[in-house]
């Protein structure tokens, strides 16, 4: 199942997770959470290295969860622990909230 998603949330947030909204430029300019980058999803391969780099976990988000279950799908095969976070209104909240 998918469990308790505030909690995982929290556990990643806690351990300092990088949130990566991969919606579009323009979607990410019109609003988007404090401190996450955007890295559209048509791109997101071509940022691989640089998300392993980072050596944090990574949230994704983007406007309802269906292009950040991609993401998350994409970065885990390429062994990025990556938990999908949603809508990005919703994941603010969420974060808002612990």
Do not use: H
């Not at 199942?1 to 995982?8: I, P, T, Y």
């Not at 999803?41 to 290295?49: N, Q, S, T, W």
């Amino acid at each position: 199942g998918l469990g308790n998603k505030v909690s995982d949330i929290e556990e990643y947030a806690k351990n300092g997770a990088i949130i990566i909204d991969v919606r579009s430029t323009a979607e990410f300019r019109s609003g988007n959470i404090a401190g996450s980058k955007n890295i559209p999803l048509p791109g997101l391969a071509e940022e691989i290295a640089k998300i392993k780099k980072w050596d944090k976990p990574v949230i994704a988000c983007c406007q309802s969860g269906m292009r950040s279950a991609q993401a998350t799908s994409i970065l885990n095969k390429n062994g990025i622990d990556c938990i999908n976070g949603g809508g990005w209104s919703s994941l603010q909240s969420k974060l808002a909230s612990i």
